[in-house]
């Protein structure tokens, strides 16, 4: 396989916008995204709460959307999905996406409201076996995708259920129903069969990362935020996923959804064999843990152990209500309230947290 190249840069409030356009060129944009095809923005709203390190961070949009009309990029949409427990209006809102797409005029489209778009049944030109097995009478993706470039915006941050999440993690939400936490128990295996779907329906894939706060713990929402003032960017989601995982402390290699992609040959999961361009990260870890709460472990107790022959019961009849209202209120109600609103708090006092406050797209 060809050396990957991994674009990643020290950068701060002052210079953010300049400089993820400037990584964008780095990491070669433009050999990866169909100039003529329309480009969508799929950001990553993990909570639609703000929580630094959950989220798409709105100079991460901005930044990247600057770097995309100044390439010569004009037909640009962000697709945003839903999940059982966020709120993508709320998530919207509260990040502070509104006033960019305001202020640049972008569409903004909605992968689960009918005139946004229609879900119809793919089938894969390569095999997908981990998809096929779980939805045996075939699964649907959104028509809107196909045709058109793919540019995800996620976070450097760990995850409960595969160590670490980013570029390939975030087509879960875009290609995915609400159906998708049939997979949690092979989510590894999903990962790999939807980066085969994605170079089978979009012509350029590129991902623009943000790791000016990176998040550590049971995430992808109850994590303590870490200030590191970086961005990365590649063409590989692999590389890009396994780049942001040796900063973190993990051996790439040993994520099962990185190895699989590398041997599968759908992007390079080696360190030894991607181009780092940028920031020396041959000594860099920030000795990232993962660790549970309280809804991490009820749903390991579901999707790992030996409990898991209840699955069909529990999380395929509307018995699963029960556990999206539970985990609800203890993300929203109870962990937020009082615990994440002292972790927010302490970030606003840091200069991304400050920026975060006064922040207005076009200054």
């Keep these: 396989m060809a050396r990957a190249k991994v674009a990643i840069l020290k950068t701060s409030p002052e210079s ?35 929580f630094p390190g959950a989220n798409t961070t709105p100079w991460q949009l901005e930044g990247t959307v600057l770097g995309l009309q100044r390439g010569g990029y ?31 005029n972008l569409e ?18 390569n095999e997908t076996p981990t998809l096929h097995k779980i939805f045996p009478h075939g699964f649907r993706i959104p028509d ?14 760990t995850h409960i259920y595969t160590t670490t999440t980013g570029s390939m993690k ?18 590894h295996e999903t990962l790999v069969d939807l980066l085969t779907i ?20 049971p995430g992808p929402r109850t994590m303590l935020p870490h200030e590191k003032n970086l961005i990365l960017a590649s063409g590989d989601s692999t590389a890009i996923d396994a780049v942001a995982a040796k900063i973190m402390g993990f051996d790439p290699m040993s ?32 000795n990232f843990k993962v660790g549970d709460n309280m809804a991490s472990t009820v749903g ?15 999380f395929h009849t509307p018995l699963v209500y029960l556990f999206v209202y539970a985990s609800a209120v203890y993300h929203d109600n109870i962990w937020y309230p009082r615990t994440g609103m002292k972790r927010v708090n302490e970030w606003k006092k840091t200069t991304w947290g400050k920026f975060f406050e006064d922040y207005q797209p076009g200054k």
């Design 16 to 50: 953010v916008l300049e400089d993820i356009p400037r990584l964008m060129e780095i990491a070669d944009y433009k050999k990866f995204l169909d100039s003529t095809a329309p480009t969508i923005l799929k950001d990553n709203i993990s909570w639609h709460l703000m």
């Design 74 to 104: 004009g037909n640009l949409v962000c697709v945003q999905n839903e999940t059982v427990v966020t709120d993508a209006f709320k998530g919207e809102e509260f990040n502070k996406y509104k006033p960019i797409f305001e202020h640049y």
């Design 108 to 125: 903004v489209r909605y992968n689960f409201l009918k005139d946004d778009m229609k879900w119809e049944i793919y089938q894969p030109t």
């Design 144 to 157: 809107f995708f196909l045709g058109k470039n793919i540019l995800h915006l996620p976070t450097v941050k």
């Design 170 to 187: 975030n087509a879960f939400g875009g290609l995915l129903n609400t159906r998708r936490h049939y997979t949690h128990s092979v989510i």
């Design 198 to 217: 994605q170079k089978e329906i979009h012509p350029g894939i590129f991902t623009v990362m943000d790791g000016t706060t990176c998040g550590s713990g």
């Design 255 to 286: 994520l099962k959804y990185i190895r699989l992609a590398h041997e599968k040959g759908l992007g390079v999961g080696e360190i030894d064999e991607i181009e780092v361009i940028g920031e020396d990260i041959s000594e860099m870890n920030f």
């Design 300 to 314: 390991d107790l579901f999707w790992f152990s030996p409990l898991k022959i209840f699955q069909k019961l529990l």
